[in-house]
């Protein structure tokens, strides 16, 4: 599997950040007031992250992990740090880090053929195309495995019929990983396959769900006899398990921020928190001198830091083999319960001003953030099922019972595909 590659003679580090510096302030928009993840709010359909990665493309500054012959940079992680670390006060489009950069195209670059992965990584990594992963289903999305949306082949077409949630963005998206049953007859782990999916065909229905903060991010599709053309199989067909493992091994990676794909800071992750944010919350409200708030700006600041070193560490671990590549559980555990607890440190610093804000005060993003908290220990799999992972693939206890591991899939009681609502 190839998460990286570099050029025969790559660019040392140090002058590859000097050109980068330079570039940058050439080139880039800076950010004036606004936080990435702001704009991106802004830019709901992501037209201007587009915009965006193509300027980083034509530059020679997007896809820098991704090799050169699929439109990348061949460039080593060390490169991408550093070019994280000097894109810090520009406009960067980080809203297509994940899914699309580092989680599906990393996938596509292990599985994809030839022309598969001709085809679209030089247009992700340009901005062209915008993918996102269709998993969870209303059934359920722990069980992953266990999922009844299917697709019945017919000669070299196969037929897509079922429902997808919680997928985000995907109206401002262009292809989907979509993962299907395809064999009812062999046990649930064997007979899935994934798909690459033209998302705006006939066929294809898409509905946005209102949450509390007022976004439509996230959406549920309906599948009605969608057509899907054997080339677009990613990976062999029924052995799509594998395929998916490696996917949500790239899903934890991107999640806990070691994934080489990840570029321009304020992707999702610890390394988001940012201790100058809440000494300006907390010179707002004029508690900088409380020594509670100040306490508390500590432990953020605590966290980020540790969190930074144990992503770093086990990233190092993984690539020496020291730890199975499972151990992407630990960081990614550990980025959800930093994140809530920092969204609870941002409504202790607010204080009174969260639950009640002026129009444009700073308290109204961090009580809305305050809403998603949880999203973090679910998103990319929930903090219980990490704590699985990490119980049984990396240290070897004994595994979790499942009733329908050997069971032919249509031999598991389950629930039934879900059908659009008329
Ligand atoms: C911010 C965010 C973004 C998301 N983006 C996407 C996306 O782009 N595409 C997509 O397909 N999905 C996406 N999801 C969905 C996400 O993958 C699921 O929410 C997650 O896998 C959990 O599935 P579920 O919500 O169906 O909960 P369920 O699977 O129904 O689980 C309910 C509860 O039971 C617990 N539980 C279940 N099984 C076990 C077990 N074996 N042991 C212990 N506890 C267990 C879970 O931890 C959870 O607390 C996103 C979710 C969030 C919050």
Redesign the pocket.
């Known amino acids: 599997m190839s998460t990286e590659s570099t050029t025969d003679a790559a660019e040392d580090v140090e002058s590859f950040r000097l050109r980068a510096r330079a570039w940058l302030a050439e080139n880039m928009p800076r950010i004036e007031g606004k936080s990435n993840a702001d704009i991106a709010r802004e830019d709901e359909n992501g037209v201007y992250a587009r915009k965006l990665q193509k300027i980083l493309f034509d530059g020679g500054f997007a896809g820098l992990c991704f090799p050169v012959e699929y439109g990348g940079q061949g460039l080593s992680l060390a490169h991408q740090r550093a070019f994280t670390e000097e894109s810090g006060p520009y406009q960067m489009p980080t809203v297509l880090n994940i ?1 699309s950069l580092s989680i599906l195209g990393a996938t596509l670059l292990d599985f994809g053929t030839e022309a598969q992965k001709k085809r679209h990584l030089p247009k992700l990594i340009s901005g062209e195309e915008i993918w ?5 289903e209303p059934s ?4 992953l495995a266990g999922l009844v949306t299917k697709a019945t082949r017919d000669g070299d077409i196969f037929h897509l019929n079922g429902s ?1 949630i ?3 963005g995907a109206f401002r998206a262009d292809y989907a990983l979509v993962l299907a049953r395809t064999n009812p007859e062999v046990p649930k782990h064997s007979g899935i396959t994934v798909f690459i999916l033209k998302i705006h065909q006939p066929g294809v229905e898409i509905q946005q769900i209102k949450m509390a903060t007022g976004a439509n991010e996230f959406c549920q599709e309906f599948f009605d006899d969608v057509p899907i053309p054997i080339e677009d199989v990613l990976g062999k067909i029924d052995d799509g398990w594998t395929v998916a493992s490696r996917l949500l091994f790239h899903e934890r990676d991107a999640m806990g921020g070691g994934s080489p794909y990840l570029s321009g800071q304020g992707q999702r992750g610890h390394g988001t928190s940012n201790r100058s944010d809440l000494i300006e919350l907390a010179e707002s409200n004029g508690t900088l001198g409380d020594p509670a708030i100040r306490q508390l700006i500590a432990e953020a600041k605590i966290n980020e830091t540790v969190g930074e070193q144990l992503t770093a560490r086990t990233a190092t671990a993984i690539k020496q083999g020291l730890v199975p590549g499972t151990a992407g559980s630990i960081p990614r555990l550990y980025s959800a319960m930093t994140s809530e607890r920092r969204q609870e440190i941002n409504l202790e610093i607010l204080g009174t001003a969260a639950p009640v804000w002026e129009p444009g005060a700073p308290s109204r993003q961090k009580s809305l953030d305050y809403l998603m908290r949880q ?1 973090g220990s ?8 990490q704590r ?1 992972i990490i119980s049984e693939r990396v240290l070897l206890m004994p595994r ?1 019972y499942a009733a329908d591991k050997d069971k032919p899939f249509n031999e598991v009681l389950h629930n039934q595909t879900p059908t659009r609502p008329r």
């Open positions: 899914p996102v992963q269709f998993l969870s359920g999305g722990s069980d997808k919680w997928s985000s999203g679910l998103g990319g799999g929930s903090n219980e099922m699985n979790e």
